[in-house]
């Protein structure tokens, strides 16, 4: 289960103050699907990197299955990450020189996998999505589609169970927008919990809730 | 997919930065090697000319002055041959040339000219009791210094003037200095007699400017036969190494010798002294500069790239990397380029020194083997440190604006 307690994030710029998130709580339930929605700046992809370890909070608490995150060690939380949580990003963030069967290699890399053990799950996960004819082609040899299709494979290389996505379909056209919303969907009915952040109501509507941010502040 | 794969593709995928980023660390080393191998063949070739002033330490009778020394009158008191022995047995550092000496006014035809008996090289090394310990085996020093090739492949008998030594000497033969040659009408190959005895003339000695110009060098044993003298001598000639000498080596010799007088030629050892630390203290200030520059260079090109790379970095961490495996990426990626700077830099410093060393500097230059390593060393850690601090950082920013996701 995600956990979100009194949460507040406070940036320091020229002297002032400027809330990115104020006084947030929210749970999210194990295999829950939800989307955060609301405007630029309201601060949902602080809350969604908040909640991937990668953003201490300024006052309160972020759980996961019941652990105080950021009361753990940095290197604490860089393994819990790579455990249970998977990122996808609105710019995809694939690693520009290596292929696409490689960049689906780098968590496995880091997980210690090893080398041939990392080759045969990356080559099943770029088939799962459909990708196992582009194995050794470069990022920028792909369509944008293709890309983001290897970030969702590299984002399930090592089996997370907590899929947190930034605007998964905010680079895409509205086919390849509803294949990702698609394979979101099945790895929820895996089991998986989803949190994505997006500011398309169409796109929200079809997780199982929905939670507005506006401007520092959860609405419901 | 391991490390190291993730390194060489990063660096094969920007060729250009690449080759920028390399160009910059091989420069940098270049210049360190070059300029540290065309100083330490300058410094080289400075301390041979020094070496040319002559001795710089005179082992004397007690009583005899330098006046007596200089004038060649030195029949008032003589020291045993055998401290000659003494010294080349010794465990003493920084004797690197001796030249005992008996000096006797002998008659050539009608002119009168100073007769010295000199000892050469070869029985120095076969006096010496325990050979291979003895002074002209150690190492080579300041007072000594190596020959540089193309710079001092000077004649023989050049080298009783130059080091105050030479390697050998019949007991028939004699070299002649050159205000003696010009006053006597002497050449090389002809004879002739002192002391009843025939000689042949060796060589002409070059003219130095010194008291040796107007002498008649022999064979020491054939001077003290022919005047009758034991196994003495009048004077002791030591080229000292400086900083031996600055150390006390005249103290020690005199422990060694107690019977004899040790005098400093204190203006040769100073000059010596004080080149040698202005050529040090140059060379250090060039290898500062330029190691501040050429760090500095590679520092700023490491950094650039480290920024370039915020995005991957925050990628990674999102993908569960902890800050020391960015740093290790990091790293890995400075020590190739280290390596490879370093070699490239030596290659090419080596190559510039050489080629313009003998232009720019006037000395012959070479290779220096061990700069080698300094070179990659000094390569691998400018890199290291350069990217340390950058890529530390990096794994410290805030991961909004690393990703440029807010």
Redesign the interface.
């Known amino acids: 289960m995600l956990k979100v307690k009194s949460v507040s994030k406070i940036y320091k710029k020229r002297d002032q103050e400027v809330k990115?998130i104020d006084n947030v709580s929210l749970e999210i339930p194990k295999g829950d699907f939800v989307s955060i929605i609301g405007p630029s700046?309201s601060g949902k992809?602080?809350l969604l990197?908040m909640l991937?370890g990668?953003?201490s909070p300024s006052l309160g608490k972020v759980f996961i299955d019941d652990e105080s995150l950021y009361d753990l060690s940095?290197?604490e939380i860089?393994?819990l990450?790579?455990?249970k949580?998977g990122?996808v990003?609105?710019?995809f963030?694939?690693?520009?020189?290596?292929s696409a069967i490689?960049n689906v290699?780098?968590?496995l890399?880091?997980?210690g996998m090893h080398?041939k053990d990392?080759v045969e799950k990356a080559q099943y996960l770029l088939q799962r999505v459909g990708l196992d004819d582009r194995m050794d082609h470069k990022p920028s040899e792909l369509s944008v589609g293709q890309q983001q299709r290897i970030a969702l494979a590299?984002m399930l290389a090592?089996d997370p169970s907590i899929i947190l996505a930034?605007e998964p379909t905010g680079n895409l056209d509205p086919e390849m927008s509803q294949t990702v919303i698609k394979f979101l969907i099945d790895l929820n009915e895996e089991g998986r919990t989803i949190v994505m952040v997006t500011h398309d109501m169409k796109v929200a509507n079809q997780a199982k809730r929905s939670v507005i941010i506006a401007k520092g502040g959860t609405v419901g | 997919?391991?490390?190291n794969?993730?390194v060489f593709?990063?660096l094969?995928?920007?060729k250009n930065k690449l080759i920028t980023s390399g160009l910059a660390i091989v420069l940098g080393i270049a210049v360190i090697v070059t300029i540290n191998t065309v100083t330490t063949y300058s410094e080289k070739a400075i301390s041979k000319e020094l070496d040319a002033l002559g001795a710089n330490i005179l082992i004397l009778p007690h009583g005899a002055s330098l006046v007596d020394y200089y004038s060649a009158d030195l029949q008032a008191g003589e020291i045993p041959e055998e401290y000659v022995t003494l010294l080349t047995t010794s465990n003493l550092e920084g004797l690197d040339n001796l030249s005992p000496k008996l000096s006797v006014p002998v008659n050539v035809g009608d002119k009168q000219v100073t007769l010295t008996g000199i000892l050469p090289k070869n029985e120095f090394q076969s006096k010496a009791s325990w050979q291979g310990a003895g002074i002209f085996s150690r190492p080579k020093s300041c007072g000594n210094v190596d020959d540089i090739f193309g710079l001092t492949q000077k004649a023989p008998k050049e080298t009783l003037v130059r080091k105050r030594v030479i390697e050998t000497l019949e007991p028939n033969e004699v070299l002649v200095g050159s205000d003696v040659a010009s006053k006597l009408q002497l050449k090389e190959g002809e004879e002739i007699a002192m002391l009843d005895k025939p000689f042949k003339i060796s060589a002409i000695l070059p003219q130095t400017g010194t008291v040796d110009d107007s002498r008649v060098f022999a064979h020491l044993h054939t001077v003290q036969d022919l005047t009758g003298k034991d196994a003495v001598v009048n004077a002791i000639e030591v080229v000292g190494c400086c900083e031996q000498i600055s150390k006390g080596l005249v103290a020690k010799i005199n422990y060694l010798i107690p019977d004899a007088q040790v005098i400093t030629i204190s203006q040769v050892v100073d000059t010596q002294v004080k080149t040698n630390a202005l050529m040090r203290n140059l060379s250090t200030l060039f290898l500062v500069i330029i190691i501040a520059i050429g760090g500095a260079s590679i520092a700023n090109d490491m950094y650039n790239n480290v920024y370039e790379r915020r995005?991957?970095i925050?990628?990674?961490?999102?993908?569960?990397?902890?800050?020391?495996?960015v740093l290790k990426v990091f790293l890995k990626k400075a020590l190739l380029l280290g390596i490879l700077g370093g070699v490239g830099g030596y290659i090419i410093g080596t190559i510039i020194a050489v080629v313009l060393g003998p232009l720019v500097a006037g000395v012959p230059v070479l290779p220096i083997p061990y700069l080698f390593f300094v070179a990659v060393g000094l390569s691998v850690c400018i890199t290291l440190i350069a990217s340390y601090f950058p890529a530390r950082y990096a794994t410290r920013l805030?991961?909004?604006t690393v990703?440029?996701?807010?």
Not at chain 1, 93 to 98: A, F, G, K, R, V
């Open positions: 990115a700046g992809s602080s990197l991937g990668m953003l940095p290197n860089a393994a990450r790579q455990k949580i990122f990003f609105q710019t963030n694939l690693i520009p020189y290596l490689q290699q780098v968590p890399l880091l997980s080398e990392q590299r090592n930034d | 997919m391991n490390w794969t993730l593709r990063e094969l995928q920007r995005k991957e925050g990628t990674l961490v999102a993908l569960g990397a902890n800050s020391s495996v805030d991961p909004c990703l440029q996701e807010v």
